[in-house]
């Protein structure tokens, strides 16, 4: 059914109309993925948590990052594809235009939420694989963090750690800290991460 009959049949209300305004989505070969409902609150205090770390990190660096704010279209000169990360580090400002990035993004990290964590650890691990993203975290709200490392155009897990809930475990190591593998001066503890969640 055309938009225009579409929409003629079912006309969108003022409120809609903003709600789809603001709702994010993907484009992931061509087919477009909702990213709604919003995730879990957990899932923004551990974003918020990881970009604070890192935009305290690169003050006075033309790097910069984006929280959830900024397309990564990640091969414009096959189609105009783009995935939206959750935490993301760009230097190479001239790839910048508008809301989106074409240029190789140096860090990416993705939370997981019950909707997207297949994808985020399946087509999205190869869409930064391929397009030279050398590390990418996939960080669960429920304590974990797995790192992976681009060595020779393909990712190995270098890291994989698990936050303990109950602080009163032996395995618990909040103080366990982890650097950016391109900026290691940007550190953090796996408590900084989850701060807020526990």
């Known amino acids: ?45 551990v974003n918020s948590n990881i970009h604070t ?15 959830a704010n900024l ?3 990640y091969h414009p000169q096959i189609s105009q ?5 959750d935490v993301m580090i760009v230097c190479d400002r001239n790839h910048l235009k508008g809301g989106s990035y074409d240029g190789i993004p140096r860090f990416v990290a993705e939370t997981v939420s019950p909707s997207t964590v297949k994808r985020d650890k399946t087509e999205k691990k190869d869409i930064y694989e391929k397009a030279g993203v050398e590390e990418y975290w996939i960080v669960s709200p429920q304590g974990m963090v797995d790192i992976y ?14 936050l303990q809930s109950d602080k009163q475990d032996v395995n618990y190591h909040a103080e366990q800290e982890i650097c950016l593998r391109a900026f290691p001066h940007i550190k953090m503890t796996l408590g900084e991460i989850f701060e807020g969640v526990y």
Not at 57 to 62: A, E, N
Not at 149 to 162: A, V
Request: charge should be negative; aromatic fraction near 10%.
């Open 1 to 45: 059914m055309d938009a225009t009959i579409w929409s003629e049949l079912h006309p969108v209300t003022d409120r809609e109309s903003i709600q789809n305004e603001e709702q994010k989505d993907e484009k992931i070969n061509g087919q477009i993925y909702r990213m709604s409902p919003a995730p879990d609150f957990r899932h923004g205090i």
């Open 53 to 67: 770390k890192i935009k305290s990190g690169l003050k006075d660096s033309s790097c910069l990052v984006s929280i």
């Open 71 to 73: 397309d990564f279209k």
């Open 81 to 85: 594809d783009y995935v939206c990360p």
């Open 149 to 162: 490392y681009l060595n020779d155009g393909t990712y190995s897990l270098e890291y994989s750690y698990m």
